[in-house]
């Protein structure tokens, strides 16, 4: 996550990284609530302006349909 997602301003790393083991003390949906907690909500789309960059993997079916969803 820390190199592919977007996470929130409030993560701090440096702090994670310190607590790791206690991460791995913790139940697996423990594990994935705090993961989910650390994302950036804003970035779970991507603006359809920027469907086009391959940093964003965009496939060509999800394309399609935003473009028939806004006409163009």
């Known amino acids: ?9 409030k993560v ?8 790791a083991k206690d991460f791995d003390e913790l139940s697996l949906e423990d594990q994935k609530r705090f993961l989910y907690e650390c994302l950036d909500k804003n970035h779970l789309y991507v ?7 391959k ?6 079916k999800d394309k ?4 028939g969803f806004y006409k163009v």
């Open 1 to 9: 996550m820390k190199g592919k997602a977007f996470l929130s301003y």
């Open 12 to 19: 701090d790393i440096r702090t994670i990284d310190e607590h």
């Open 47 to 53: 603006n359809y302006s920027e469907i086009e960059d």
């Open 55 to 60: 940093e964003y993997g965009v496939s060509e």
């Open 64 to 67: 399609k349909l935003n473009r």
